[in-house]
């Protein structure tokens, strides 16, 4: 079993087209869907919001674009990570990381089951005021991954002291299960499946 969850692919490929086919209306006219990084252009984009105060919990505070750019080039010769820029009527608002957690740092740290993925999310600086921007983010990201019949539970791993994201993953659903240590932070583990997110739906009050 454990050596089915480790040799399990990613899927960068089946992920990648996914992604290219996904869509999320928030109102008539606004709506997201999701954008390829490109390494060799977005850096630049991605170093400015990294270096934003509000982006401290991303762990790459004071990062030259150099720093920045061996990150993620390290992230992507992994080929256990897919990165996409979350758009907005084709502005770029949020980064987002899906991982196949068994594969990743996480996976040491639990019972890990070959239906385990994983995300990280990083918004851009605010320049239009949305009600409730971040959870339709989250219900976005959660859709999209509850869709993939590869996905069984999302597992996260958030820094214990990032109140904001605490509230959020909650409101969606997931269920705190114990502290984790990481090299550079304390985090929490958490994990939500389709029926958990099905019912965080139903107190979701959206507009």
């Given at each position: 079993?454990?050596?089915?969850?480790?040799?399990?692919?990613?899927?960068?490929?089946?992920?990648?087209?996914?992604?290219?086919?996904?869509?999320?209306?928030?109102?008539?006219?606004?709506s997201f869907k999701f954008a390829p990084f490109q390494l060799n252009k977005?850096?630049?984009?991605?170093?400015?919001?990294?270096?934003?105060?509000?982006?401290?919990?991303?762990?790459?505070?004071?990062?030259?674009?150099?720093?920045?750019?061996?990150?993620?080039?390290?992230?992507?010769?992994?080929?256990?990570?897919?990165?996409?820029?979350?758009?907005?009527?084709?502005?770029?608002?949020?980064?987002?990381?899906?991982?196949?957690?068994?594969?990743?740092?996480?996976?040491?740290?639990?019972?890990?089951?070959?239906?385990?993925?994983?995300?990280?999310?990083?918004?851009?600086?605010?320049?239009?005021?949305?009600?409730?921007?971040?959870?339709?983010?989250?219900?976005?990201?959660?859709?999209?991954?509850?869709?993939?019949?590869?996905?069984?539970?999302?597992?996260?791993?958030?820094?214990?002291?990032?109140?904001?994201?605490?509230?959020?993953?909650?409101?969606?659903?997931?269920?705190?299960?114990?502290?984790?240590?990481?090299?550079?932070?304390?985090?929490?583990?958490?994990?939500?499946?389709?029926?958990?997110?099905?019912?965080?739906?139903?107190?979701?009050?959206?507009?």
């Amino acid at each position: 079993m454990l050596q089915d969850i480790l040799e399990k692919p990613f899927g960068t490929d089946f992920w990648s087209k996914k992604a290219a086919e996904s869509s999320y209306k928030i109102n008539e006219d606004l709506s997201f869907k999701f954008a390829p990084f490109q390494l060799n252009k977005d850096i630049p984009t991605l170093h400015h919001w990294v270096n934003l105060p509000y982006a401290k919990y991303w762990q790459l505070g004071n990062s030259s674009v150099e720093t920045v750019y061996d990150s993620y080039k390290e992230i992507l010769d992994g080929k256990n990570t897919c990165v996409f820029w979350g758009v907005l009527n084709d502005k770029k608002v949020f980064l987002v990381e899906f991982y196949y957690a068994p594969k990743d740092r996480m996976g040491k740290h639990y019972d890990a089951q070959i239906g385990d993925y994983g995300f990280h999310i990083l918004a851009g600086p605010k320049e239009t005021v949305i009600s409730q921007f971040t959870t339709h983010i989250f219900v976005y990201l959660l859709t999209f991954l509850f869709q993939q019949e590869e996905v069984e539970r999302v597992v996260v791993e958030p820094d214990v002291n990032n109140d904001k994201i605490h509230a959020l993953n909650k409101r969606a659903g997931f269920k705190y299960d114990k502290k984790i240590e990481f090299e550079e932070k304390t985090a929490y583990l958490a994990f939500n499946d389709r029926a958990q997110f099905q019912e965080a739906l139903h107190h979701i009050q959206l507009p």
